[in-house]
Antibody, heavy 113, light 107 residues
């Protein structure tokens, strides 16, 4: 059974940093592209970033230069380093595997003073 | 960036109705499109990939069609468990984009 479990969310002040993790199991992690998607309260889904198996990464314009996606295939874990956080980054952050087939339950990030 | 215009933004329908949701891409995306269902407080669930391929385990009343710039999700006979919000996603360009969502409500 595929499982994706996000962690690392919480309350952070504007300008702060946070690192999200996503622990994967039930599939061959190293063979899958992995993505982050977020959803602000009461809003739609917003794609954030993807990392392919070869390490190539892409970002939404809204987070480019502030967020960094990475992966550790030895730990079956996906990361999202979030710097210079803004109020508009407040959202539930989901990780998802290849082409967003399976999703985690999400972790809430609240950016507020 | 590729923009996805999804319509309608909401609709009211009855159990047993046929429902159609459309996504238009601002440029051609071949068939690099998926459809997702989300219920309140839950993670999205993929229904369709590659525009028309049904995800394993998804009821056959869900169907996808289209290629290029225009895509459709059809629910042939709406069931009570289908009341939810639906999103399209294009993954043709390096930066992926979702449609704005369609909320399907009970009439």
């Amino acid at each position: 059974e595929v499982q994706l479990v996000e962690s690392g969310g919480g309350l952070i002040q504007p300008g702060g940093s946070l690192r999200l993790s996503c622990a994967a199991s039930g599939f061959t992690f190293s063979s899958n592209s992995m993505s982050w998607v977020r959803q602000a309260p009461g809003k739609g889904l917003e794609w954030v970033s993807v990392i392919y198996t070869g390490g190539t990464t892409y970002y939404a314009d809204s987070v480019k230069g502030r967020f960094t996606i990475s992966r550790d295939n030895s730990k079956n874990t996906l990361y999202l380093q979030m710097n210079s956080l803004r109020a508009e980054d407040t959202a539930v952050y989901y990780c998802a595997n290849e082409w967003l087939q399976f999703w985690g339950q999400g972790t809430l990030v609240t950016v507020s003073s | 960036d590729i923009q996805m215009t999804q319509s309608p933004s909401s609709l009211s329908a009855s159990v047993g109705d046929r429902v159609t949701i459309t996504c238009r891409a601002s440029q051609g995306i071949r068939n690099d499109l998926g459809w997702y269902q989300q219920k309140p407080g839950k993670a999205p669930k993929r229904l369709i990939y590659a525009a028309s391929s049904l995800q394993s385990g998804v009821p056959s009343r869900f169907g996808g069609s289209g290629s290029g710039t225009e895509f459709t999700l059809t629910i042939s006979s709406l069931q009570p468990e289908d009341f939810a919000t639906y999103y399209c996603l294009q993954y043709n360009s390096p930066s992926w984009t979702f449609g704005q969502g369609t909320k399907v409500e009970i009439k």
